[in-house]
């Protein structure tokens, strides 16, 4: 499968990547301190975006620690990875890069900073990076202390392609008080704005004057501003939870109000062609994509919905992000293309490659002939390659996961289970490879709690099964992606009826003969770590080890954490107020625990802090119960680093040999 001239060395592009580890012959009987670095390493690949002319394709890899590596490769030459740049910051990461043209690459860098030394802030800049030698330009403003969110916004890219203007994007900027006052622009407004910036000269022209209120806009694929949404916030400068959408008419610059009788619709994406917004609406309590007519007439068609689970996401492609489809969750991935072309294309693929794995249309050329495609599945970690449409010709790029890329791995079976009131549970079930008989298993509840688990690939439910035990991921009630109704009241204000599913989880295992009772464990992240933790305060005998990495721990402490936010009312309204508070925080219940705790968080968390962990150390020790925490010194919710993670890997599978070994 070559691209005529185009073929890229699979060799040569992995060994850019400077943590490639050759997979040997025993692979499959390698230690656990071996498989905890190979599961923990960070992917080969972080982002890959392909030129306008589909001649160049960049990505971004990693040292497997804190330093990013920006490669460029040229399809019509040598093929060979030339470093662009690199970010080699702790606490930033350079997370996207996309193509302004075929020379001037506009990437993102994500980190975290701290107000007067103190309250820690997410932050993220722009810059352009050029292929031809040019300096890198700083397309945002220095960034200022002053947080306007929980994120403060160094901008975002709204169009790579704004007709009639060369080597010029869109990007938002946050203009503030004290720049707003010196700008050239003779206002002194604060607030969410729009720039058109030359990322070859780094000069800009404002063309959407800033609004305090404004959190987002949306524009349409000639560059132009379509659509502008506001969060509300009272007189204390928090946010209410109110939202508002408006939108412009073809060639006006009038704002106008969806209208109540749009009430509810997100809009994401326009499509000037067809005087078009795509965005989502609940219909009969799932979430649907709709088609609105940026006309006046209210007018909603209703383009992708289900009866069962909610319509997710919308395909979009190209330099345009053309809305091509829409996607959602059943028992896997599906899509479905509003373009029969793409529609048939993607089901060859599918058909065509081992495995028959999800195939996703990443990135595409200016003109869609070439694509860039990452097909994956829940036994293969991801493959991207490169598809030329004209002629059909596939060509393999880079494995995502070079470290794993060879291991053979447990499937991920759809499964469902009874619940105590008879409700069946949607979950994901992966047993080890040539299991008999009763063994070791996990129950491990995903995080959110407003999110669910999907069928594919996932390097710690790998790394279990690896290990020899049976995994079982629930999703619970209080998942989101099953419609209204079953997300309820969120899984905090509703904790009995979650943990009470996922404790029916573990009971379900042992019922079936897959799980030894005595060898039964539960492990989970941020929320998932929080389940884990509540679970032995419904029932301290069912689950043997309990291992819960950066948890939610006291519910009221989740509201003061987010006091120096503007989204303090947000995260109040959502845990809400009453018993189930102190009842739902298990550092209120240590004395009930049974079942030894191992705990991990990062000091730079900003998800669910650090001091959560500490406070259910305490509780637990003072409580005269078994508990080991891991605190890592200046990493943050994900603890995205290789060491980080294979060393946390290898203490799991320490402390689960231990309570949960034969």
Not at 21 to 48: C, H, M, T, Y
Not at 127 to 132: E, K, L, P, R, W
Not at 275 to 287: C, L
Not at 490 to 518: C, H, M, Q, Y
């Amino acid at each position: 499968m070559n691209l005529f001239g185009k073929a890229i060395s699979a060799a040569a592009l992995v060994a850019s990547s400077v943590f490639v580890v050759s997979v040997p012959a025993n692979a499959q009987q390698e230690s656990a301190e071996e498989l905890a670095a190979r599961f923990g390493a960070r992917p080969n690949v972080l982002d890959i975006s392909i030129s306008p002319s589909g001649d160049k394709v960049a990505y971004i890899t990693s040292d497997n620690a804190t330093t990013e590596l920006l490669y460029v490769v040229d399809l019509t030459g040598d093929a060979e990875p030339l470093l662009l740049t690199s970010a080699n910051e702790a606490n930033a990461e350079l997370s996207s890069c996309n193509w302004a043209n075929d020379v001037w690459l506009v990437c993102n860098i994500v980190g975290i900073t701290r107000v007067d030394g103190q309250i820690p802030i997410y932050v993220n800049r722009l810059v352009s990076v050029a292929t031809d030698g040019s300096e890198p330009n700083l397309l945002t403003s220095r960034t200022s202390t002053r947080a306007s969110g929980v994120q403060q916004d160094g901008g975002s890219v709204l169009s790579l392609d704004v007709q009639g203007e060369k080597n010029r994007i869109l990007v938002t900027r946050q203009f503030l008080e004290e720049t707003a006052t010196n700008s050239r622009l003779g206002n002194a407004d604060s607030g969410l704005g729009v720039e058109m910036i030359d990322v070859t000269r780094n000069r800009r022209k404002t063309v959407e004057k800033p609004d305090e209120a404004a959190s987002r806009y949306v524009a349409d694929e000639n560059g132009v501003i379509r659509v502008k949404v506001r969060r509300l916030s009272n007189g204390a400068g928090r946010l209410t939870g109110e939202t508002r959408y408006s939108y412009r008419q073809p060639g006006s610059r009038e704002w106008q109000p969806f209208g109540d009788a749009l009430k509810g619709f997100v809009p994401v994406a326009v499509d000037a062609g067809d005087n078009v917004a795509y965005g989502y609406k609940s219909k009969d309590g799932f979430d649907a994509v709709y088609r609105v007519p940026l006309d006046g007439s209210g007018a909603a068609e209703v383009v992708a919905s289900r009866s069962d689970v909610d319509v997710d996401g919308l395909i979009r492609i190209g330099r345009k992000q053309r809305v091509v489809g829409a996607t959602f969750a059943t028992e896997k991935r599906q899509v479905e293309y509003f373009d029969p072309e793409l529609a048939k294309l993607a089901r060859g693929l599918q058909n065509a490659l081992p495995g028959k794995p999800l195939i996703d249309i990443i990135d595409a050329s200016a003109d869609e002939n070439t694509l860039l495609i990452v097909a994956s599945s829940d036994v293969d970690p991801g493959m991207t390659y490169l598809l030329e449409r004209d002629t059909r010709a596939l060509s393999p790029l880079l494995p995502l996961r070079d470290p794993l890329a060879e291991r053979a791995m447990a499937p991920m079976k759809p499964v469902t289970f009874p619940a105590q009131d008879g409700t069946e549970i949607p979950g994901y079930l992966t047993l080890p490879l040539n299991a008999e008989g009763p063994v070791a298993a996990i129950v491990l509840p995903h995080g959110g709690p407003g999110a669910r688990d999907y069928w594919g690939f996932d390097w710690m439910v790998q790394f279990f099964a690896a290990r020899g035990y049976a995994v079982l991921q629930p999703n619970f009630r209080g998942s989101t992606g099953y419609g209204d109704a079953w997300f309820g009241r969120n899984g905090f204000k509703a904790w009995e009826t979650a943990i009470g599913d996922v404790n029916d989880a573990g009971r379900w295992l042992v019922s079936e003969g897959i799980a030894d009772p005595d060898r039964l464990g539960i492990a989970g992240w941020s929320y998932g770590g929080y389940a884990a933790l509540q679970s032995q305060v419904l029932d301290a005998d069912l689950y043997k080890a309990v291992v819960a990495i950066a948890p939610v721990t006291d519910l009221q402490l989740t509201i003061e954490e987010a006091r120096d936010y503007t989204n303090f009312n947000v995260v109040r309204r959502f845990i809400g107020d009453g018993p189930h508070v102190k009842a739902g925080s298990p550092a209120n219940f240590a004395a009930q625990f049974k079942a030894p705790v191992l705990m991990f968080h990062g000091t730079e968390d900003m998800n669910v802090g650090h001091l959560q962990s500490r406070r259910m150390e305490d509780r637990l020790k003072d409580a005269g119960r078994s508990v080991r925490y891991v605190e890592y010194e200046g990493f943050d919710h994900y603890l995205d680093h290789g060491q980080v993670r294979g060393n946390m890997l290898k203490a799991i599978d320490e402390f689960l040999a231990e309570n949960l070994g034969e």
